[in-house]
């Protein structure tokens, strides 16, 4: 699994960096980022909960 | 401006809206929308309390996160997927069954009148209130939505808050009795078995009420009436917003197809519906503005400045409508649009930032689900189940607009049906 943050769809909120700082990460000014490569299996559970939570549906998970 | 008459009961809360500062522009409004610094500051924190305080929309911070949460699960694709198929489907075939046939044989009805009858039960499944079935019980139950909803929105009333408070409390208390707490007593039963080991997660319905008694101490932990408010604003969402949407993209798409008779062939083309819907809400959006604060002083890249403590509205028609960003023909319905800057795709109508309206992906489907299987979204769904029905605006008998409401909706919208099989 591959995640990446849409900037257009994103609406800055942090709550992907909530729940999963160690994928996600929110600089002030800018829109949050999904670090690259492949999830490792523990966290793919976590991202798609990030996935379901972001208001803005800005997440974007490729299988 | 529209003039906001009325005064809030408690000046500590803020001005009436008619004095506060109003933002209109665009780029403003998107600022303010995503600024950690302003807050929400309308639903449910002024005179709207009673009715939906502690609900959604008036949280903020680390408790409106563990809502989001929490309520997530009830617009999973699976749970949309069911909703659209199982329940908005049947109920749009009941509601076209009720339409009348003249002389001509064919089917007419009043469109809103339609969507009210179909959406209502889908708001119910989404709650988890059980029986709204028949005609008679549908009937009651948008009765109570709709007297229900003068307290959601009363911060725009221009009567006497302290009487729509005190009339809003009654009708609460008798829905609570009525419809909230049989359903609730039902699903308690089936959390207490899922605990003890006789029934899995999977065999839970997935409705606002299950989550609610999964989560009770979440939601009693303020106010034992955040659960009613809860309901309340979910049904109210549901139905209102999508049957006050859905009649507007249908006047302006039945325009413009008439007018472009080439894109006919496309009301089958959901990418196109989707932006003809986002494009109709743009023009005419379901919540036309919204109250926030300023927790802290804030300037705005346009350089406007707001004092800590400041309330402002935000003014989703004007801001939608800005030059700026749609020029040259900011007013005109185009479903084809390319907005002069960037912008993402739905503009600010589902508002932007944390209260981002949770049921965006519900209305109008997820722009960014690759396969042609993802579900719709509800007001796409209805715009093109219409199209397949052959609705027709007749310019003879056109829609009547209601001028007593701040919400955009119609007095009347009779359509006929040239498809509708008996």
């Known amino acids: 699994m591959r995640v990446t943050v849409d900037p257009a769809q994103c609406g800055c909120t942090g709550y992907c960096v909530r729940l999963l700082p160690e994928v996600f990460s929110l600089v002030d000014g800018e829109t949050a980022r999904a670090v690259a490569g492949d999830i490792p299996a523990h966290l793919i559970a976590a991202v798609r909960e990030a996935a379901e939570v972001c208001p803005t549906n800005a997440i974007r998970i490729e299988e | 401006m529209q003039s906001f008459a009325g005064t809030t009961l408690d000046p500590s809360r803020g001005p009436s809206v008619s004095e506060m500062t109003w933002l209109t522009s665009y780029q403003d409004v998107d600022e303010a929308l995503k600024a950690h610094e302003i807050v929400q500051g309308g639903g449910g924190l002024r005179d709207s309390e009673p009715f939906v305080g502690h609900g959604l929309l008036s949280l903020s911070g680390d408790e409106h996160f563990e809502r989001r949460r929490i309520e997530a699960v009830l617009f999973r694709r699976a749970a949309l997927e069911r909703y659209q198929d199982a329940v908005l489907a049947p109920a749009l075939h009941a509601s076209l069954a009720t339409c009348e046939r003249g002389a001509d044989g064919l089917a007419r009805g009043d469109l809103q009148r339609l969507l009210r009858l179909a959406l209502c039960r889908v708001s119910a499944a989404l709650v988890g209130i059980d029986g709204v079935e028949t005609p008679a019980v549908i009937d009651e139950y948008l009765s109570y939505m709709d007297r229900l909803s003068m307290g959601t929105n009363i911060e725009w009333a221009s009567g006497d808050h302290r009487e729509i408070i005190r009339v809003g409390r009654k009708l609460r208390a008798e829905f609570d009795a009525k419809y909230i707490q049989p359903s609730l ?204 029905a052959g609705i027709y605006v007749d310019p003879a008998d056109p829609p009547r607009w209601n001028d007593a409401n701040v919400r955009n909706e119609y007095a009347a919208f009779p359509v006929r049906f040239d498809n509708l099989a008996r």
């Open chain 2, 185 to 388: 007593r039902r699903r308690e039963a089936l959390v207490a078995e899922y605990r003890a080991g006789g029934r899995s997660a999977e065999q839970l319905p997935t409705d606002l009420l299950t989550v609610i008694v999964l989560h009770k101490n979440h939601f009693t932990q303020h106010s034992s009436e955040a659960m009613v408010s809860e309901v309340v604003l979910f049904n109210g969402a549901t139905t209102g917003t999508i049957t006050q949407a859905v009649p507007h993209v249908i006047a302006e798409l039945s325009e413009w197809l008439a007018a472009h008779p080439e894109d006919r062939p496309r009301v089958e083309d959901r990418q196109f519906l989707r932006r003809a819907v986002i494009e109709g809400i743009r023009l005419h959006p379901a919540s036309p503005y919204l109250i926030r604060q300023a927790t802290a002083g804030k300037q705005l890249r346009s350089g406007r400045r707001l004092v800590a403590g400041e309330y402002v509205v935000l003014d989703l028609v004007k801001s939608s409508r800005d030059a700026a960003v749609f020029a040259p023909d900011p007013d005109r319905f185009d479903p084809h649009r390319v907005p002069k800057v960037r912008i993402r795709p739905m503009g600010l109508t589902f508002g932007d930032g944390p209260h981002t309206c949770i049921g965006m992906s519900m209305t109008i489907g997820d722009g960014g689900a690759a396969d042609e299987d993802a579900p719709l979204g509800f007001a796409v769904y209805l715009v093109r189940e219409f199209y397949r």
